[in-house]
């Protein structure tokens, strides 16, 4: 209830609560001059059963305002119709309370109570949407639905393709090719007049050519590329050109390829600099494999001129090499010495973790070919632009410590310069370049480590002595614990040479001599089980390895596993086919551990005809072949073993053993004879002769007795002439005992002399780790 001019108060309350509300209101407001207000009384008669309808209890609640005054009841109060109030009678104020969006029954169905919700009254100004079906039968969603189809094959044969999965790219770009003449054909005889989807087609046919390269079949890719350069209807075909010289440059038509690059380069604007470049570089490299230097070092200038790019630098150096020229190799050499490094420094967040992600490990990768280029180039220049290698290694040192960018390789290429004097076995001058350097840095860890591989093959102790100094420089260096292991290994250290190569296997799990060298030192310890774990380790990171296949196949055989080990002797033998001591390897094994005298002699043939000299193959063949009967193989043999040690008389008397079982008594006389002649002394072949004299009841069967008889009166002299001058020296030697000390002392003096143990045996194919 409004109240004019009345002060409304509580009865028990001290203070005034409602103070801020006995302000004079607005007519408006006063219900009581209702009854008296004309224009209200006129309005309610007048709008009385026209309204719309309202739902039971509704009610419409009045907020009082509490304000002083307002703009608005300074401007006037608008009417309940919206129409604003002329003249000077008092109109109904526009209510302060507004619907919050929900309608009851009047938006909803006629007669219903549904309620919807529309806040932003939606439902009167914006048209209805129904959902419409698709209509199959519609020529044009077939269209679409086959254009669907085909983009879909597309980029699942480019998915497979990435995958490398060169087959079903190339299956899956077929089918889209004959779907899309499919759709060209559906295209023509229902919708007669439209335009085709050149864009679809274009992508088709270049998807094509691209899976025919992939699988190397250049002839179709090649019939595609024409077919759409040919076709007007596609446009910015110009590129195409490049894949098509890319495919006859495969294919070694150069001249073609050249053709083709041209017309590409005539199509790219002067904007696309690195392109251009691109195309200019297979130009260069084209003309590279006709053998027209001039016209390659032609397109290689201009590329250098407008950009200095390394490879272009490098072929610049090349041609020039070929074509002899000294001063255009040397400007070529400082040109690729001005390469901007900035690009190619791999760039760390400054206080933040190193990088892992793979754009740093490009930049690492282009930093690693840049270098390796430069070196490259270095040493293919040192030996032809002075007379002597020496003056080109200078002369290319002392520019690159002159270049602002590659300064730090300088280093890397006197290192280079001693390597290349091993390499002439200038061994003196090697050892005086690596001394120099270390003179002028003494902290250089590589020049210590190649110091130490030098003299391991000269000088044990200078190598050691250089692998300390390397592992005193840097402790975690994986080539100088190597070296320092062979260096214990060659003493016979094998238990502290195990533990430098498993330091070097910490530091660098990847470091391939320390894996091998290590199952060598475990092989020593008798520790088969870890050599055979190592061996496996190694031959599954380095692959197919002659050695390493023979050191696994000979654990096995330890093992007493004869499969395993002739299947790894097998695979050895694949990589070695004519390795002599492999072959007589598996025959020993196939004769020892399976029995199988035939395989064993296939094996010692096949070493035998590789190596025809070996004379303990010979023998074992010669015996073969005389148990199997085989004489005139077994002479063969012997004959080859006599030819190779003409001095020693067991092969002739072999010859005379099988013409003796052969029954030809005749040549086997003969035989002895000549032995006798050249060995007198030989008391095996006076007994053969008196042997066979006797048989064949001969007049010279006396008279070889009586020289049999005197050659063992002779021997028997010596033996004892040799009896009596041997107690003679162990007389001496145990006086000078004495006068040194006891034996034992003797004996470990001389074990401290000895630089390896007894018990150690090396084989052929045993003793090849790997030095750094």
Sequence with gaps: MFVSRRMLRRADAEEDLYAGFDEEAHPAFDTQTLAVDEAFQQAVQSSHGRGPPTSSGSTTAFRLATARSSAAMRRGVGTANGRPVTGGEIARPVTAVRGAGFQSGASG????????????????????????????????????????????????????????????????????????????????????????????????????????????????????????????????????????????????????????????????????????????????????????????????????????DIQAALHLILCHYMLGDVDKMKRAFIKLLDVDNASLEPTELAGGPPRNDLLHKMEQKRKRDTEFTIMTAANLITPVIFPTAAEGYDWCIEQMKASTNFSYLASDLELNKATAFLRKREFGKAIETLKSFEKRDNRNVSAANNLSYLYFMLDKRQAEKYADAAIAIDKYNAAALVNKGNCCFSRGNFGQAKEYYGEALQVEAGCVEALYNIGLSCERLKEREQALDFFLKFQAIVGLYPQALYKIGQQ?????????????????????????????????????????????????????????????????????????????????????????????????????????????????????????????????????????????????????????????????????????????????????????????????????????????????????????
């Design 109 to 308: 169905i006629r007669g219903t109570n549904v309620g919807v919700f529309d806040p932003l009254n939606q439902a009167k100004s914006s048209p209805i949407v129904t959902l419409q079906l698709k209509d199959e039968n519609d020529p044009k969603e077939r269209i679409k639905d086959m254009e669907a189809c085909i983009n879909s094959l597309v980029e699942e044969s480019v998915r497979d393709a990435s995958k490398r999965n060169f087959k079903l790219a190339l299956e899956k770009a077929k089918e889209a090719a004959s779907r899309d003449r499919q759709l060209a054909k559906q295209r023509e005889q229902i919708l007669a007049g439209s335009p085709a989807n050149m864009e679809l087609s274009f992508c088709v046919s270049l998807n094509l050519a691209l899976r025919y390269t992939d699988a190397d079949m250049l002839s179709e890719a090649l019939e595609i590329y024409q077919g759409i350069v040919q076709n007007r209807a596609f446009s910015n075909i110009g590129r195409l050109k490049l894949n098509m010289g890319n495919i006859c440059f495969m294919q070694e038509n150069f001249p073609k390829a050249v053709k083709f690059y041209r017309m590409a380069l005539d199509q790219v604007p002067n904007m696309q600099k690195d392109l251009r470049i691109k195309i200019l570089k297979n130009i260069g490299t084209a003309f590279v494999k006709m053998g027209q230097f001039a016209d390659a070092i032609t397109s290689f200038e201009y590329i250098m001129a407008e950009k200095c």
């Design 556 to 772: 096995f055989e330890y093992a007493g596993d004869v499969n395993q080990s002739m299947e790894w002797y097998h695979q050895a033998s694949t990589l070695l086919l004519s390795d002599p001591d492999l072959l007589n390897k598996l025959g020993a094994v196939c004769e020892s551990q399976m029995d199988d005298i035939q395989q064993a002699a296939h094996y010692h043939g096949e070493a035998v005809r590789h190596y025809p000299s070996s004379l303990s193959t010979l023998e074992w063949l010669g015996g073969y072949h005389a148990e199997m009967h085989a004489f005139d193989e077994a002479v063969r043999c012997f004959e080859k073993a006599q030819l190779v040690q003409p001095a020693e008389p067991k092969w002739p008397l072999y010859i005379g053993s099988c013409y003796m079982r052969s029954g030809q008594f005749d040549d086997a006389l003969r035989c002895y004879e000549n032995v006798h002649r050249k060995f007198p002394e030989n008391t095996d072949c006076l007994k053969m002769l008196v042997k066979i004299t006797g048989d064949l009841e001969l007049v010279e069967y006396e008279e070889y007795v009586t020289r049999l008889k005197k050659v063992e009166k002779l021997k028997e002299a010596r033996v004892q002439s040799g009896r009596t001058s041997g107690g003679r020296r162990r007389k001496m030697v145990q006086g000078t005992a004495r006068s040194i000390g006891s034996a034992e002392a003797v004996q470990s003096k001389v074990a401290q002399e000895t630089s390896m143990p007894a018990e150690v045996e090396f084989d052929d194919l045993d003793d090849d780790f790997l030095p750094l």
